[in-house]
């Protein structure tokens, strides 16, 4: 009920008696079932202590003139799974109305994700580095014409987005650029309507098959999920607690309720691989479903890879020199989110790192780069006993001999170091 305050607010019913919102809004249903998930709780706690730290965000943005909240039960799961998840009602351009679904509309609420974009940078607990875009039908367009538009964008996932079957309204768009959705993209999609389904409610038939945009990605990770048990209305929280069920193909209560379980916990994991770099998120995405120990009549899959070249060290350095090497484990942490394969071997990083300190124009570049691969390989004696004869080099006894002490922790037997322990004593 407390959500349902925040939509009254958002539709200026703020007065509205509660015993009315079941029969006041088109997408709510007043049944006894609907009536009773009102009284039901939820977990989220208003002004609660907020955790240290940063945190990645997901900016969500709504279907076609929705609420903020109607996804309400998977913004608390993706925030109790330590996600900041920020969101604001879709509106229209001169008015809070919409025009249908055009391409006006759909930069518009373009406009609207990206203000969210400016304004999580107000909150101290945000990793800015690390943002997801997500939402539900019209949005998807929205989204992906954002993405098209903005690099400081990691990943997106697509909640039955009509950009599944409405890619002409994104080739309007001035901003329109393919090559330019470049992050990873998973989309869930509804079931297959039905042929009775299709014919009565005068729906082309290419609806169940047809998505222009995934096929036309060259440079994303791109993954496409069918959920067998969900029609279009059952990926949002709305939806699934008070949509009207339509009898001709949807589900049991049950059935829906655990598929939109199985939604959450998938976009739970693609954020997981895709903003926090877990290893058994990125497996669990990779899977197909079976081998993720789920049905194959709950769920299928598609998938593809980038065509674009691995990331790879070349890359990397281009990255660093163009900030002359400084900075150097912030730009790798934020390498490392959105090209995951990323690998900068150990010795690579040691050589490059002696041949710069050991030139007097570049020493301080060549203490970054050992620090960088210390930051990766913290139990490395080897780079240790590098840092320490750069130090020495340099007459920093002190460094020299906290960093020789360093590399005995992980390798007393360092034969380099315990003679260079010595003589630096006398």
Not at 100 to 117: A, I, N, P, Y
Not at 190 to 196: D, F, G, L, S, T
Not at 252 to 280: G, P, R, V, W
Not at 302 to 308: C, D, F, G, Q, T
Request: glycine share 2%; with cysteine.
């Amino acid at each position: 009920m407390d959500y349902l305050e925040v939509l009254k607010e958002e539709e200026e019913w703020r007065n509205l008696p509660n015993k009315f919102l079941l029969d006041w809004f088109p997408y709510l249903w007043n049944t006894p079932q609907n009536r009773s998930h009102l009284l039901e709780r939820v977990n989220a706690v208003s002004n609660t202590n907020v955790l240290e730290g940063k945190f990645p965000v997901v900016v969500y943005a709504p279907s076609y003139q929705a609420s903020s909240i109607e996804n309400f039960a998977l913004f608390e799961f993706l925030a109790s799974n330590g996600f900041v998840v920020i969101s604001s009602p879709s509106r229209g351009t001169d008015t809070r109305w919409l025009e249908r679904g055009t391409t006006k509309d759909m930069e518009t609420q373009s406009r609207d994700v990206e203000f969210l974009l400016k304004e999580i940078h107000k909150y101290e607990s945000i990793d800015f580095d690390r943002t997801a875009l997500m939402g539900f039908s019209f949005c998807g367009l929205s989204n992906a014409i954002t993405v098209m538009k903005n690099k400081n964008i990691s990943a997106i996932v697509s909640l039955d987005g009509t950009e599944r079957f409405n890619y002409p309204v994104l080739e309007k768009s001035p901003y329109f650029n393919i090559d330019r959705f470049n992050i990873p993209y998973i989309h869930f999609a509804q079931k297959e309507i039905p042929k009775e389904v299709l014919t009565s409610d005068k729906i082309p038939a290419e609806l169940n098959y047809k998505f222009q945009l995934y096929d036309s990605l060259k440079f994303s990770d791109a993954y496409s999920y069918r959920f067998h048990d969900l029609t279009h209305s059952y990926f949002s929280s709305f939806g699934v607690l008070f949509a009207n069920r339509d009898k001709r193909q949807d589900k049991s209560d049950a059935e829906i309720m655990a598929s939109y379980k199985l939604l959450s916990e998938h976009t739970l994991q693609f954020l997981n691989a895709t903003l926090k770099n877990e290893e058994n998120a990125k497996e669990f995405i990779e899977n197909n479903p079976d081998k993720n120990s789920i049905s194959k009549t709950l769920i299928s899959k598609k998938m593809k890879k980038s065509l674009a070249t691995t990331f790879d060290y070349k890359d990397f350095n281009d990255l660093a020199l163009s900030q002359d090497y400084q900075d150097l484990i912030p730009l790798y942490e934020e390498t490392v989110v959105k090209h995951p394969t990323l690998k900068l071997e150990e010795g690579m990083l040691n050589t490059m790192g002696l041949r710069f300190s050991f030139n007097p124009s570049k020493f301080e570049q060549g203490i970054n780069v050992l620090l960088l691969a210390l930051h990766i390989y913290p139990k490395s004696a080897n780079l240790y006993d590098s840092l320490a004869e750069v130090y020495l080099h340099k007459k920093d006894f002190k460094e020299a001999v906290a960093n020789f002490k360093k590399s005995l922790e992980f390798n007393p037997e360092n034969q380099n170091a315990i003679n260079k322990l010595k003589q630096l004593k006398n």
